[in-house]
């Protein structure tokens, strides 16, 4: 899929500073040494290929893709926060997300995958704050740079953006937006913090947090369309 223009020239931006060459050098001559890197290269920027930046309604924020594979080699990861490819077993965090749906999203069905790409169709930003992992090793990407470009999406949507939902779960995430412009603090965004969906944190106040209900009535009060949370 291709990036959207707006998010284009963010990109690009990015692309052309110090540090953002030095990470794309950095994964390269990984890939060149044998390094088996997720998502594949053409799914790396997908979060910026289904909503461009004026019409970001809601931000999930995730930490790094998902770093297994199925007997094909097909990566989980396809560069959407908390989604996975149809054909794979739906993540533990996922799982939690759709029963909090089923309690708070009226006539909410669990399906069978967990491809959250009509969420993102809708205006939802799912943005992992690191955005490659290599195979089976969680976090190995961390601290390579990619926080940096991701710190200037977000800024980006705090500036430019009219008003959106920022959905922060756990402390990773939540010192993450800490420069977002809450409306709680005389900005103009909603921030939604809570703990995080996976099954060590779900149960000390995820569940229940009905973030995805709260969202969509902050998003119809500011003349928004609700996202249909429903996935088919």
């Known amino acids: 899929m291709k990036t959207l223009p707006q998010w284009q020239a963010i990109i690009e931006q990015e692309q052309?500073?110090?540090?953002?060459k030095e990470l794309t050098q950095n994964i390269a001559s990984q890939r060149e040494s044998g390094e088996?890197?997720?998502?594949?290269?053409?799914?790396?920027?997908?979060?910026?290929?289904?909503?461009?930046?004026?019409?970001?309604?809601?931000?999930?924020?995730?930490?790094d893709p998902y770093h297994g594979c199925n007997e094909q080699n097909t990566p989980q990861a396809h560069g959407l926060a908390f989604s996975v490819a149809h054909g794979f077993k739906v993540p533990p965090s996922l799982v939690n997300m759709y029963k909090e749906l089923t309690t708070d999203i009226?006539?909410?069905?669990?399906?069978?995958?967990?491809?959250?790409?009509?969420?993102?169709?809708?205006?939802?930003?799912l943005l992992n704050t690191v955005l490659t992992v290599k195979k089976a090793n969680a976090h190995s990407h961390a601290k390579l740079g990619w926080e940096k470009f991701t710190d200037a999406i977000i800024?980006?949507?705090?500036?430019h953006n009219k008003g959106c939902v920022f959905i922060l779960w756990g402390s990773h995430a939540q010192k993450k937006g800490k420069n977002i412009d809450d409306i709680n603090k005389g900005?103009?965004?909603?921030?939604?913090?809570?703990?995080?969906?996976?099954?060590?944190?779900a149960y000390r106040g995820f569940f229940g947090c009905q973030?995805?209900?709260k969202a969509n009535s902050w998003l119809t009060e500011?003349?928004?369309?609700?996202?249909?949370?429903?996935?088919?």
């Open 16 to 20: 052309s500073k110090p540090y953002f």
């Open 36 to 63: 088996i890197i997720y998502p594949h290269q053409k799914d790396v920027f997908n979060a910026f290929s289904y909503t461009d930046l004026a019409d970001v309604k809601v931000v999930i924020l995730g930490q």
């Open 106 to 125: 009226d006539g909410f069905i669990t399906p069978s995958h967990g491809n959250l790409s009509s969420w993102a169709e809708q205006g939802v930003l």
């Open 155 to 159: 800024q980006e949507i705090n500036l």
């Open 187 to 201: 900005g103009k965004h909603l921030v939604l913090a809570g703990p995080h969906p996976s099954p060590l944190s």
């Open 211 to 213: 973030h995805f209900s």
């Open 222 to 232: 500011n003349n928004h369309a609700a996202i249909d949370w429903k996935i088919t």
